[in-house]
Structure formats: C-alpha cells, structure tokens
C-alpha cells in the first residue's frame, strides 16, 4: 500500500542539509551501512559473485554503505547514484567511490548492463513508483540486490510507527510477496533472500538511559527470535528484507 508522495527532492535536500542532529544523523547511517553492506556481499556470495569488477549503488546517499564495500574490498570500480545534491557531494568526498552522479530519480544515467551488479538499499519504500525504478536497476545491472524494511504487519500499524515511517519518508508498505512479485514482474528470478530483525546495535541506537535500553535489548531479543519463523516473525514485526535476482 502506498502513502501520499512527498516532494522527494526538497525531502532529501533537508535530510542531508546541515543541522543541529547531523552528527547523529551521520552515525545512524553509517551504523545502518553495517549490516547493508553485509546483505550485498553474502547475497551476492550466494549466487557465487565474488569479486564483481563494477558496482553501482542506486540511492546512495552519503556513500556510506559503498565506502565499507571498498573498505572490504568488494568491487573493483564502485559508484553511486543519489538524488540530493547534499549527499552526493559527501559521497563524492569519499575516495573508495570512483564516481557519484545525481539523478532525477527515475532514470539512471547508465547504459545497459553497465555494472556487475547493482543495489539500492531501502529506496524502493521511498518512491512513489517502485517497478519503474526497478526497471531501472534491471536495465543496467546484470545482478541487482534490493533491500526494504517489509512494514505490512501487525506492529507497523501503530500510530507511533506510522508516524515515524512517514516521517523517514516511506510511501510504500511492503510484504515479502510484494517485493518478490516487483521482481517477477520484472521477467527477473530471486536467487538468494534473507529477512533480518536487525542487530542489538541498531535496537539500542541513541538510547542513553538504564531503561531505554532495557526496552532496546527486549525488543532485540522479541525480534531475533521471531525472525527464526519469518513467515510469522514478519506479520508481527517490521524487519529488513534483502534479495538478490537475476534475468530468468
């Protein structure tokens, strides 16, 4: 289901611009670059992409996840795609990325099949129409790795948690078989999946006190072992889901 779309490049702008939270807007991001970088090389392992001459990321904002890419040495020639002119001159700062260009959020500057593999990692929430940016990464990607947060369950449904996904910018509520199906559509095939409830330092970010992070830790835990029935794990609770296709 999709929400209202903001103005997604005036949104951007501002989540990048400089304030008073962007020191800790930065050590979020680069906290979730951790375990985005993790999904793109076990899944693209999985499918027995090992060493992948071009990568491109699609949404890359500051470059974080690209740079830890580099910094492990996966991809040969990485850039990245971004459309807030805020995050690409960071990203572009970053010298495990060869090149960041801005895009207007449909197209991607590329010819066909230019890279290895391609990824956009919570993007697809983002847009007000995924299988057309979809299209995009299938166009000039010959692997694409896709992740979102799946927000169609029982937990999503708060006030609380629709407040914040809305204001995180997510239009979309996707399931795993929405994703998957975004995929089929496509004429692509999932080679590889995994749904993750996200680790204890994600859940215990930016909480300070004895019983904030008392709650972090419990719902670390809840979530951890939901997530060992993801066919049920997900209808309770929002976790991240990543695959990796292929042209079928």
Known sequence: MAGPAPDTGAFYEE????????????????LSAEA??????????????????????????????????????????????????????????RPELASVEAFDGDH?????????????????????????????????????????????????????????SAAAGHIQRFDRGQVRRLVADAHWTVRAERVDPLPRAVHLFDRETPRARATGLAKWAVRRAAATAPAVGTRLFTMHYALIATPV
């Open 108 to 164: 991607v500057p590329a010819p066909d099949d230019a890279f290895d593999l391609v990824f956009a990692t919570h993007v697809l929430e983002h847009v007000p129409a995924p299988a057309r940016l979809l299209a995009e990464l299938t166009r000039v990607g010959r692997a694409v790795v896709i992740e979102v947060p799946l927000e169609a369950n029982l937990s999503a449904r708060r006030p609380a948690a629709r407040a914040a």
């Open 36 to 93: 985005k970088a993790d999904h793109v090389i076990e899944l693209a392992h999985a499918i027995g992409l090992r060493a992948p001459a071009t990568v491109a990321e699609v949404g890359c904002g500051d470059g974080s996840v690209l740079a830890l890419l580099g910094q492990r040495g996966f991809g040969a020639h990485r850039v990245g795609f971004e459309i807030a002119g805020a995050a690409v001159g960071i990203a572009a700062s």
């Open 15 to 30: 989540a990048y611009a400089p304030s008073a939270d962007a020191g800790r807007h930065g050590r979020w991001r680069a």
